[in-house]
């Protein structure tokens, strides 16, 4: 979604300002019902599974979640960029860390 609504800039500059988990659980908090808060970690967690090679199947009975949302999601997965990228970061960061620890 390229935008140039200036509320839409104005929020996606908020969260890059973020600089901890607990500001960014607090900005959540204030922006998001505890059932959307709730919505875009399952699509989140949707993305990982599938990420990992899971099946529709697995990531339904895992997760709960409807067939029309775990297809909108790997559709999002396979042509978006926004759930790609930040898991592939968050895999290199992940085993960023654990070479450290070897």
Do not use: W
Not at 3 to 24: F, G, N, R, V, Y
Not at 67 to 90: D, F, P, Q, W
């Amino acid at each position: 979604m390229k935008t140039t609504d200036p509320k839409h800039t104005a929020l996606a500059q908020a969260i890059l300002s973020l600089k901890t988990e607990e500001e960014c659980f607090d900005l959540l908090e204030d922006i998001c019902t505890l059932k959307e808060m709730d919505d875009m970690a399952n699509r989140f967690q949707i993305a990982l599974l599938l990420y990992e090679g899971k099946t529709f199947i697995d990531v339904e009975n895992l997760t709960g979640a409807s067939s029309a949302t775990i297809s909108r999601v790997n559709r999002c997965l396979k042509h978006g960029m926004g759930y790609r990228r930040i898991i592939e970061r968050l895999y290199a960061e992940k085993e960023g860390e654990v070479r450290e620890d070897h």
